[in-house]
């Protein structure tokens, strides 16, 4: 079987974004095939519980040919109040890591791929004029069925107060919902900046500011908070209470910290980079664990979508057992674009969540 165009990690993000697969021959995204019981995501009926994570699907182009090869849940790149330029390359550097449990750790650059990467874009965005009406476009061409998930972030100028970054936040998620969006995602968690809107999870107080601002203006449209690697079961704690009847879902692991080294040489001008991929799976799920636990313990309606090394139906069950309501792919999403399709045909009947 011929492999399936996907994001080329050798060529920039301009070229990736411009040249998205399927551009002249577009598959027409097909109703779900998914077959079995019923599943949601923030509350919302959806056909199966794969989606596909902030990061791979650059725009609209992207987003039709991931719903057409099998996802359900599509999420647009996460987006800015203004444009912003990426990273240069590598933006995708293979690590010879099999697993990391927690940020600061020194990893060393593979010259081959095994399903684990530092990730360095630093968020990019094109002009809202230019992903506003894209937004809108993606939605009337998805089938009813597919949701689309828009990723937001702020873009503070130095000196903004917490509020100023909170109503930029939320201007972000505005436009989007005006633009068709079914949930909105607040990316409170970027290991490749070190600016304010980048760590907000680590904030609980902050986080909560941002989420209320949020949550005010879009209305009832479902939203989801994004976070990284959570330290200890107290930071989890205070991180839930703060944002608890605020948001219908937190989305982790958004990435684990660490530096690459190459021939004992730091990449990345010796800053830090998200590892993304199988590396972090472990770690991933046992976040979703702990959240998950708090949450029975409290009696909360908060739900946890798991991110994080998820490459096939094995995977993904240990994501839905642990406590997830459903799963977002990336790195295998990026490798193999039909790891959707895959991955749905051995989940065939939903576990109820336990409350």
Not at 246 to 254: P, R
Request: aromatic residues 8%.
């Amino acid at each position: 079987m011929t492999e399936l165009p996907h994001y080329d990690r050798l060529k920039s993000y301009q070229w990736n974004y411009e040249n998205p697969p399927g551009l002249e021959h577009l598959p027409v995204p097909a109703a779900s095939d998914a077959s079995g019981g019923r599943w949601t995501f923030c509350g919302k009926p959806v056909p199966s519980p794969i989606g596909v994570a902030a990061g791979p699907l650059l725009n609209g182009r992207w987003i039709l040919y991931y719903a057409a090869l099998g996802f359900d849940v599509l999420t647009y790149k996460t987006v800015r109040s203004r444009e912003r330029a990426c990273y240069p390359l590598p933006n995708l550097q293979p690590v010879a890591v099999q697993a990391i449990d927690q940020g600061g750790s020194t990893v060393e650059a593979a010259d081959v791929m095994d399903n684990s990467w530092a990730i360095s874009f630093g968020m990019p965005s094109k002009s809202p004029d230019t992903w506003r009406g894209d937004i809108a476009w993606t939605r009337e061409q998805l089938p009813a069925d597919k949701l689309l998930v828009v990723s937001v972030v702020a873009t503070p100028e130095p000196g903004w107060s917490l509020d100023q970054i909170a109503a930029d936040y939320a201007q972000c998620a505005r436009w989007a919902v005006d633009g068709g969006a079914d949930c909105i995602e607040v990316n409170f968690s970027c290991p490749n900046v070190s600016s304010r809107d980048g760590q907000l999870f680590q904030n609980a107080q902050a986080a909560a500011i941002v989420a209320q601002q949020v949550r005010a203006a879009i209305d009832g449209v479902p939203l989801l908070v994004k976070i990284g690697h959570v330290a200890s079961e107290s930071q989890a704690s205070r991180l839930l209470t703060a944002v608890d009847g605020i948001v219908d879902a937190i989305s982790m692991t958004n990435c684990l910290s660490a530096n690459v080294t190459m021939n004992k040489e730091l990449l990345f001008s010796g800053q830090p980079r998200g590892i993304g991929g199988a590396a972090i799976r472990a770690a991933s799920v046992e976040q979703v664990r702990l959240f998950h636990q708090l949450i029975r313990e409290r009696g909360s309606k908060v739900t946890i979508v798991g991110v994080g090394g998820i490459f096939s139906g094995e995977h993904a069950r240990l994501y839905l057992d642990a406590g997830a309501e459903a799963v977002q792919v990336a790195t295998a999403a990026m490798l193999d674009p039909l790891v959707g399709k895959k991955i749905k045909s051995t989940l065939v009947t939903p576990r109820a969540r336990v409350l």
